[in-house]
Every structure is written in structure tokens, then in C-alpha cells.
Nanobody
Framework: QVQLVESGGGLVQAGGSLRLSCAAS????????PGWFRQAPGKKREFVAA????????VYADSVKGRFAISGDNAKNTVFLQMDSLKSEDTAVYYC?????????????WGQGTQVTVSS
């Protein structure tokens, strides 16, 4: 059984930083394109970042390029999302995922989500 547990969300002022963590069990994250999605109130879930297994390189949504960075610790089977220069529009529930599709639209497994609130 695959389990993904996120942590690190919270309240931060605009311009600040947060680091999200996602610890996995039941699956080796690095083998199955891990990453992050988010969903803001009243909006659809959207892709944020992923590590594409096929090329072992990160890919980002245009809205977070240059501000967010995804990384992984294979020894701990954990993936991280470093979020800098946060904006109010980054406020959302952030979901860790694994088995992200090539179209970056969905995934095989999801975490429970962690709330990120950016105050302006």
C-alpha cells in the first residue's frame, strides 16, 4: 500500500518561504515521477512541480518557475518543495503525488494535502 504524508505547510507573509516535505512508504518515489499539485478554493487542482523519472530532471508550472524548487532524498524516500518569494496567489492545499503522468495532469497516488496560506 502506497502512502504519502506531507508536512511543512503553514501561514507565511508574502515574500516569505516555506519548505514542504513528502515522505513515502510502499513505493520508491524516485522511480515513479514524484511531484506536487495544488488546489486553491473554488479552483481546479493544478500541477506545480515534478521530477520526471524518464529524464530525472525537474519540471515546473510557469507560475512557479524561478521561485519554487523540487528535490528528493532517495535514502529517505522523500521529496521536497522549496517555495520562495511566496505570493498570495500561492495560497492553496498542496498535494504530494507519485506516478505523475507525462501530461502532468494527474497521478497514481496522492497524499492528504497540506495547507499553505500566504498573507499579503
Amino acid at each position: 500500500q502506497v502512502q504519502l504524508v506531507e508536512s511543512g505547510g503553514g501561514l507565511v507573509q508574502a515574500g516569505g518561504s516555506l519548505r514542504l516535505s513528502c515522505a513515502a512508504s510502499g513505493r520508491t518515489l524516485s522511480l515513479y515521477s514524484p511531484g506536487w499539485f495544488r488546489q486553491a478554493p473554488g479552483k481546479k487542482r493544478e500541477f506545480v512541480a515534478a521530477i520526471r523519472r524518464s529524464v530525472n530532471s525537474p519540471v515546473y508550472a510557469d507560475s512557479v518557475k524561478g521561485r519554487f524548487a523540487i528535490s528528493g532524498d532517495n535514502a529517505k524516500n522523500t521529496v521536497f518543495l522549496q517555495m520562495d518569494s511566496l505570493k498570495s496567489e500561492d495560497t492553496a492545499v498542496y498535494y504530494c503525488a507519485t506516478g505523475i503522468t507525462a501530461t502532468l495532469t494527474t497521478a497514481s497516488y496522492w497524499g492528504q494535502g497540506t495547507q499553505v496560506t500566504v498573507s499579503s
